[in-house]
């Protein structure tokens, strides 16, 4: 889609579906198959591993 300044690129996409996949679902982020054409595989799996890290630092955060 086009960037309009407000809505998030495949990358911003791509990354908030596999948090909200990992807290709605319990999918790991890591297990995850799907790649946008737009991400290909190298930035999938860093976005997959930033997606995993991320939601295990808050939910580490949210019971000390």
Do not use: M
């Not at 948090?19 to 290909?40: C, F, S």
């Amino acid at each position: 889609h086009r960037l309009d300044g407000y809505h998030a690129n495949a990358f911003g996409s791509y990354l908030i579906g596999l948090v909200w996949a990992k807290t709605l679902l319990d999918i790991d982020p890591g297990e995850v198959t799907y790649v946008p054409k737009e991400v290909g595989e190298t930035y999938a799996a860093l976005l997959r591993k930033i997606a995993s890290e991320a939601v295990s630092t808050y939910q580490d955060t949210e019971n000390p």
